[in-house]
């Protein structure tokens, strides 16, 4: 191509060189014939249509080499990832994701795109899948999924659209509760998102909104709710991205997130999404610094109204260089409460968590397992079965007791083939129960899943995916329940 256009620059510059002294011949011969004067501006015409036509088919070379300067450098891009030993695109077919398939992947069609994208190195007018307007910088993208749910329990549980095993009923149920089972159809998990980028001299501001219908989280009827709405600038402060607004707690690991087609997913997982302000860095080859303070609206006590007087402080590292992704993470919390307006009571809360994905080439080339282990005293209410932060002592004068608690899961991904894979969880969640606590508090949680997936043309999935938990009280009593879910969902 350089070669061509060299040709071409020559060829111009020969033809000016040639019409230039036809006219100066013409200006210094002023005793020319009409005649003569006729001929060399027909002359000079002709020249002027042949350097016209060299002007188009230089610029339509130049525009075909700007197009393979761009497909250069999305090769370049893509190269940069592969020595940086950027892991395999995660898809997360249940309620937590961030991660996107490469362009063109198959595995597009599970896709569930949220707060972590694989997608930031793209070039930006490249931007997989984005539009533009006139006169703006900012591009756009919008994406989602449409979900239907068929459920069927055999048993009593107070979540009828996700399998929430702290709600599972324990001691005699009604059959109005799901005694004799339960069916339902679910669309709550469908969802929407809108994302935009726009470079800002040397940064680039991301926002993101998603809403999905569980604005009820027991229920199936749909209700629209807010999941995600922040803003993130890169590069600010220090060299760190800086993001507010509401998202994903940094103590959550949607990278461990197993695949499940049930949204709530296992019973110890710890994550939420809630209003916050967090600052991350990398460090290191393949190391991430998170630095955050988070809302303290969701701590729950028991036996008293819960306080708010100072933001909760969490600390995470992230290691990610293929196939192993690992997270070590730490939340200290000022709990309070006070009962009737009566004295003020405080509690320290904490907790630490240790998570990652292990990818398993020697089982399957696409084959990993995730696994997580959270204990604190005070955070339960961030974990998914939610027991109480801590409980209200009203005798002997009052006080608060943190309430410890460990959760702990491990998954499997295998992968039968290119559209046929399966995910298989076990988690657990033990309480430390506090006195006063009632003898019908939660103490323990047992879950388990596992599902085959089946994806035969883009964007379009559907999966069946058996599910059992346990809860049993501190008195001793249990309950438990067995789902059957089937799930079609047409990604967009």
């Known amino acids: 191509m350089r070669r061509t256009l060299t040709h071409l620059y020559l060829c111009v510059a020969a033809v000016a060189c040639l019409a230039g002294r036809a006219f100066a011949q013409d200006a210094q011969s002023p005793t020319l014939s009409g005649s003569a004067r006729s001929g060399n501006a027909a002359q000079a015409q002709k020249l002027q249509q042949i350097i016209d036509a060299q002007q188009r088919q230089m610029d339509a070379q130049q525009a075909q080499l700007d197009t393979q300067r761009k497909s250069l450098e999305r090769l370049r891009q893509q190269a940069k990832s592969l020595t940086e030993g950027a892991a395999p695109p995660t898809i997360h077919v249940g309620g937590r994701t961030e991660a996107t398939p490469s362009e063109g992947d198959e595995l597009a069609k599970r896709a569930d795109t949220q707060t972590r994208r694989r997608d930031d190195a793209q070039p930006h007018e490249d931007w997989s899948g984005s539009f533009g307007l006139e006169g703006l910088d900012t591009r756009f993208k919008i994406g989602g999924f449409v979900e239907l749910d068929a459920i069927h329990d055999n048993n009593a549980i107070g979540s009828k659209g996700q399998f929430v095993t702290s709600t599972i009923v324990v001691g005699p149920a009604t059959k109005a509760q799901g005694s004799d089972g339960q069916a339902s159809f679910s669309v709550n998990p469908s969802r929407l998102y809108v994302e935009t980028r726009t470079p800002i ?89 998170m630095v955050a303070a988070e809302t303290p609206n969701n701590h729950i006590i028991q036996g008293a109204d819960s306080l708010t007087a100072w933001l909760d402080a969490l600390l995470s590292v992230g290691w990610d260089r293929a196939p192993v992704s690992l997270r070590g993470s730490f939340v200290a919390r000022d709990l309070r409460a006070s009962l009737n307006g009566g004295p003020t009571e405080t509690a320290l809360g904490w907790g630490a968590s240790l998570s ?65 894979t399966s995910t298989f969880v076990y988690g657990a969640l033990d309480v430390d129960n506090q006195f006063p606590q009632p003898t019908d508090s939660l103490n323990k949680t047992r879950y388990a899943s596992g599902n085959l997936v089946w994806t035969p043309i883009e964007n379009w999935l559907f999966g069946v995916e058996l599910l059992w938990g346990k809860r049993q009280n501190w008195d001793g009593r249990e309950g438990t329940d067995f789902r059957t879910q089937f799930t079609s969902r047409l990604t967009f």
């Not at 460990?406 to 046929?420: L, N, T």
């Open 201 to 289: 001299q040397h940064h680039r501001l991301k926002t993101f909104v998603s809403v999905d219908l569980f604005g009820n989280a027991l229920s199936v009827e749909p209700e629209l709710r807010l999941r995600q709405v922040y803003g993130e600038l890169t590069n600010i402060l220090f060299g760190g991205d800086l993001l507010i607004g509401q998202a994903w707690s940094t103590f959550s690991d949607l990278e461990a997130f197993p695949n499940t087609l049930d949204f709530q997913g296992p019973n110890s997982f710890f994550g939420t999404r809630q209003p916050l302000v967090r600052w991350t860095k990398g460090i290191g080859e393949g190391l991430k610094l």
């Open 356 to 420: 990652g994905k292990i990818g398993l080439p020697f089982a399957a080339k696409q084959d990993f397992m995730t696994f997580s282990a959270t204990y604190g005293k005070g955070v339960g209410s961030d974990i998914n079965d939610q027991p109480p932060d801590a409980v209200y002592e009203k005798a002997g004068g009052g006080g608060l007791n943190a309430i410890p608690a460990f959760g702990w899961f491990v998954s499997y991904e295998h992968w039968w083939s290119r559209q046929f």
